[in-house]
């Protein structure tokens, strides 16, 4: 069918039209000209986000809300992760550094790599950036094509759709249960492979179920992306902590050749208490780190040329500092776990790791409460706890709670959740 002529029009000729009066043909022309891209179109706010300002807006009026929402560690950095900032302050390290980091930082993160990993990588493999966040999303830019195939594994990080759908690709979902401890099954994920699968993200331990993937699953997912010839994105962002003496599996450790395919994610953010210092890592195969530090180079340049002075030293940091903070989050992990174990009716995974616990609550869910969200929101005014709906993260009929708040706050809150639940 043939274009419409006043279609094709440019907005010089719009603008002639409108001089001689005719207004609609601009207005029209107008809104093409200023619309947002269709990449603009695809975000959503980040509910999480959402959640924690309306209880943070409670808290302000003076009510007393315990918040299980927050992704970050409620202890202060480390004192010589700050100082090490503040004399690199003093000292004028303010400008501009490489854009993947400094030579210092990159050899800490190689070292600690090779130290507490096994993970072997140059510290030119080594991308540093401002959060793992940043990491995983320009890996993804770099990898994928438009209409690649991305699988995720769900209940997931709602970030990981968000940045593939961002990078032109297609998130594709398998879904493991609370009853499998949230680990798939190898049928499940050959299942989902297909001729357009470019990647897989892994995340373990995982934001929001605390999982850890057995070593058996990582090992059978290291043959299906090696066998396939898929990138495997590992973010093992919460990988100092991890409960029950248990040891965490880093991924490129599987076999060579899968760590040819993998694109090791890490940072300061959750080990070391540094949220706001905006410090990640790429640890990846030559030719990855390149495109991923050309695209950097466009992008935001270096992460804080003095966060980066404070993550050197976070990298170094005796182990006993890490320890004492994993040692809370497991005294915290056995403590909201036996109390929510304790509610009739709530089906309680035990997490491993991270600081997040993630139990079913279907069977709360009926008559009024018609959601997830629902729950979430009756909790929050009537328990003044603020959790997760886990349909965030595709995990419907869940909540999310993060126990990375003071054991007197999970004993308040849990009890509330408990007492309010008693009345649906
Ligand atoms: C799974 C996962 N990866 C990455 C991040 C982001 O880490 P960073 O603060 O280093 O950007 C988070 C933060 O919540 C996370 O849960």
């Not at 080990?271 to 991923?292: D, N």
Request: glycine fraction near 6%; charge should be neutral; include cysteine.
């Amino acid at each position: 069918m043939p274009i419409p002529k006043n279609l094709t029009r440019t907005w010089q000729e719009s603008l002639e039209i409108t001089r001689k009066g005719r207004a609609t043909a601009i207005i029209l022309n107008k809104v093409n000209t200023l619309s947002l891209s269709a990449k603009a179109d695809l975000l959503k706010p980040s509910p999480t986000l959402a959640i924690t300002a309306k209880a943070n807006a409670m808290k302000a009026e003076g009510k007393d809300i315990v918040a299980f929402a927050a992704g970050e560690p409620d202890f202060a950095t480390p004192e010589p992760i700050c100082n090490a900032a503040i004399d690199a302050l003093r000292a004028g390290f303010t400008k501009y550094t490489p854009s993947s980091g400094i030579k210092d930082l990159k050899d800490a993160i190689a070292a600690k790599l090779e130290r507490e990993n096994g993970v072997n990588v140059a510290p030119s493999q080594i991308v540093t950036s401002c959060g793992a966040k940043q990491s995983v999303y320009q890996s993804l830019q770099i990898l994928v094509n438009p209409g690649d195939e991305v699988i995720l594994i769900a209940p997931y990080w709602m970030t990981y759709a968000e940045q593939i759908r961002l990078a032109g690709g297609n998130p594709v979902v398998v879904h493991a249960s609370a009853a499998s401890g949230f680990v798939p099954t190898i049928e499940q994920l050959q299942a989902a492979i297909s001729p357009k699968t470019k990647a897989i993200i892994i995340n373990s331990p995982s934001n929001p179920t605390g999982a850890v993937l057995p070593k058996p699953t990582l090992e059978a997912i290291a043959s299906l992306a090696v066998k396939h010839g898929f990138w495997v994105i590992a973010d093992e962002i919460y990988e100092r902590l991890i409960y029950d003496k248990q040891t965490h599996v880093s991924f490129a450790t599987l076999s060579p050749e899968v760590a040819e395919q993998t694109i090791t994610i890490g940072g300061c953010s959750k080990s070391y208490s540094m949220t706001g210092w905006r410090i990640g890592f790429a640890a990846a195969p030559a030719k990855v780190a390149s495109a991923l530090s050309n695209l950097q180079d466009q992008v935001t340049s270096n992460p804080t040329s003095f966060a980066q002075k404070g993550a050197v030293v976070a990298f170094n940091l005796p182990s006993e500092t890490v320890e004492a903070m994993r040692a809370e989050f497991e005294e915290r992990r056995n403590l909201i776990y036996q109390m929510l174990s304790d509610i009739p009716n709530l089906v309680v995974p035990k997490p491993s790791g991270a600081f997040y616990i993630f139990p079913d609550v279907s069977t709360y869910i009926g008559g009024k409460i018609k959601t997830d969200v629902d729950l979430a929101a009756y909790l929050l005014e009537e328990a003044m706890a603020a959790t997760v709906p886990g349909s965030v993260f595709e995990g419907p009929g869940h909540l999310r709670l993060s126990y990375a708040c003071s054991r007197a706050d999970i004993e308040k809150g849990v009890s509330r959740i408990r007492e309010a639940l008693s009345r649906l």
